[in-house]
């Protein structure tokens, strides 16, 4: 056993996380200002995602795909109540 007397705890509590919603890279944050394209990492994406938007590409109907339901149906019931 180590001791881990280095506490992460405060640094944790001012630190948040959010994806960039359009390259999904993770950003660390520990104030909205110090993303200056909150919630995107940078300029790019934010003009490209302003951009889907115009283009209303943005519309994404996820389509239940038959993964989706065969994960729903599986079938994993061992038991014998009967
Ligand atoms: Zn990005």
């Given at each position: 056993m180590?001791?881990?007397?280095?506490s992460?705890?405060?640094?944790?509590k001012?630190?948040a996380?959010?994806?960039?919603?359009?390259c999904?890279?993770e950003?660390?944050?520990k104030?909205i200002k110090?993303?200056?394209?909150f919630?995107?990492?940078s300029?790019?994406?934010k003009?490209l995602?302003?951009?889907a938007?115009i283009?209303?590409?943005?519309?994404?109907?996820?389509?239940?795909?038959?993964e989706?339901?065969?994960?729903?149906g599986?079938e994993?019931e061992?038991?014998?109540?009967?």
């Amino acid at each position: 056993m180590t001791s881990t007397e280095y506490s992460t705890r405060d640094f944790d509590k001012v630190m948040a996380k959010i994806n960039c919603p359009y390259c999904k890279k993770e950003l660390a944050y520990k104030a909205i200002k110090d993303l200056p394209y909150f919630p995107f990492c940078s300029n790019r994406c934010k003009l490209l995602d302003l951009g889907a938007w115009i283009d209303e590409k943005y519309r994404i109907e996820e389509p239940i795909s038959p993964e989706m339901l065969s994960e729903m149906g599986k079938e994993g019931e061992e038991e014998e109540n009967g």
